[in-house]
């Protein structure tokens, strides 16, 4: 089993859609809990961090579970400029190790 | 403020030869991770440097080593490349007081051929 797993891609949605991502970790010890967004050919940037009460940033949302292992994130109003690849991301706890799950590839189309 | 900064961009060698990877971290940053990212992966951890040590390695063979210099600055170092390695290599750093703020670096593509 995969340390982080996230749903596989690709997701194809039309502007103003309403789409989610969903990712299970198997490590209960886990501290700290990412979304990333990586851009084709970049590097990996941090979208949002994610808390144990959930956490809003305009259009997104992100969830934790901590009895489930379980992290998502809710993009609302899809814009063409959301069109990237989105890593869920687990802080194992010893010393700041990043985990990635696989990414999840979302296109916005007109 | 500079970010992470990684040299080279892009590199391509040969099967058995062996290369070094740079970065630079971020200003205040004293802490240096290195991530190999393939084709439709996320990044797997390599290892990680702090204090100019070693902290924590991640499932990679030895051919894979590093170093960090005191100016915070790290090198990857991979001996007999094989055609497997070829992916995107990025540095992360972050400073070990702030719970695991990281900044990413452009990353190096290296290609082996």
């Known amino acids: 089993r995969k340390e982080v797993e996230q749903d596989p891609g690709p997701f194809n949605v039309p502007e103003g859609a309403t789409v989610a991502f969903n990712c299970t970790y198997s490590n209960s010890a886990s501290q700290s809990f990412f979304w990333y967004r990586q851009d084709c050919r970049k590097e990996p940037k941090l979208l949002m961090s994610v808390y144990s009460s959930g956490n809003e940033d305009g259009r997104f949302t992100a969830q934790l579970n901590r009895a489930s292992q379980y992290i998502s994130l809710l993009i609302r109003d899809s814009k063409l400029s959301d069109s990237a690849t989105y890593l869920c991301v687990v802080n194992d706890g010893r010393g700041g190790k990043l985990i990635f799950g696989q990414g999840t590839e979302l296109s916005v189309k007109p | 403020d500079a970010g992470v900064t990684q040299s080279p961009t892009h590199l391509i060698k040969t099967r058995g030869q062996q290369v070094t990877l740079r970065c630079s971290p971020k200003?205040?940053?004293?802490?240096v991770s290195w991530y190999q990212q393939a084709l439709g992966q996320g990044p797997q951890f390599i290892f990680q440097?702090?204090?100019?040590?070693?902290?924590q390695r991640g499932n990679f063979p030895d051919r894979f080593s590093g170093h960090q210099f005191p100016n915070y600055s790290s090198e990857l170092n991979v001996n007999a490349l094989l055609l497997g390695d070829s992916a995107l290599y990025l540095c992360a750093s972050t400073r070990v007081s702030d719970n695991y703020g990281y900044t990413f670096g452009s990353g190096t593509r290296l290609t082996v051929v």
């Open positions: 440097y702090y204090e100019e040590e070693e902290r």
């Open positions: 200003s205040g940053h004293d802490t």
